[in-house]
T-cell receptor, first 114, second 113 residues
Framework: AQSVTQLGSHVSVSEGALVLLRCNYS??????LFWYVQYPNQGLQLLLK??????LVKGINGFEAEFKKSETSFHLTKPSAHMSDAAEYFC????????????FGTGTRLKVLA | GAGVSQTPSNKVTEKGKYVELRCDPI?????LYWYRQSLGQGPEFLIYFQGTGAADDSGLPNDRFFAVRPEGSVSTLKIQRTERGDSAVYLC???????????FGPGTRLTVL
């Protein structure tokens, strides 16, 4: 069965500092991987996704993530945090066949300090 | 519409009551998913529709939960004899099928008193 682990339920960074949000997955075959962001009282918005091809994926708002099969990881990074990045971030996986339902991690709440 | 819409945005009910939550997917999207997000948790899969049929309902917690999509567009999640543990945000997502990105609605916050 697939699973997702997000290390750190809360992460605080200073404005302008590097953002690193960790995601590790467990799957018998390499899954499709996603990062979503959720602002308060809003729905989930896709930041980026990995399906095939280049393992470094660039998304919206300056975020990127790298798929590392050997480490079963898909960590999300941004070189310089903005106050507007404060939100909850979810990593998700889905299989390459079947119903394509998402398996989500428990989320990481990012706080950006002025 | 431009995105997935869900109604109502908030629903407060009493224990034991029946509730219906509605999802209006993006026009033309054949696949529709329901998820439940409890406080402090990530969304958990409930049910998946491909067209009018429920292709996977393995995430429904028990037989109090039921969902329909009679015309392959709008879907309704129905919860009978609500319990306090049903309190959560219920999210709906749609896509064109397969591994296409799922687009999420804003959710319905259900509170069972």
């Amino acid at each position: 069965a697939q699973s997702v682990t997000q290390l750190g339920s809360h992460v605080s960074v200073s404005e302008g500092a590097l953002v690193l949000l960790r995601c590790n997955y467990s799957s018998s075959v390499p899954p499709y991987l996603f990062w979503y962001v959720q602002y308060p009282n809003q729905g989930l918005q896709l930041l980026l996704k990995y399906t095939t091809g280049a393992t470094l994926v660039k998304g919206i708002n300056g975020f990127e993530a790298e798929f590392k099969k050997s480490e079963t990881s898909f960590h999300l990074t941004k070189p310089s945090a903005h106050m507007s990045d404060a939100a909850e971030y979810f990593c998700a996986v889905t299989g390459r066949s079947g119903t394509y339902k998402y398996i989500f991690g428990t989320g990481t709440r990012l706080k950006v300090l002025a | 519409g431009a995105g997935v819409s869900q109604t109502p945005s908030n629903k407060v009910t009493e224990k034991g009551k029946y509730v219906e939550l509605r999802c209006d997917p993006i026009s033309g999207h054949t696949a529709l998913y329901w998820y439940r997000q409890s406080l402090g948790q990530g969304p958990e899969f409930l049910i998946y529709f491909q067209g009018t049929g429920a292709a996977d309902d393995s995430g429904l917690p028990n037989d109090r939960f039921f969902a329909v999509r009679p015309e392959g567009s709008v879907s309704t999640l129905k919860i009978q004899r609500t319990e306090r543990g049903d309190s959560a945000v219920y999210l709906c997502a749609s896509n064109g099928g397969g591994t296409d990105t799922q687009y999420f609605g804003p959710g319905t916050r259900l509170t069972v008193l």
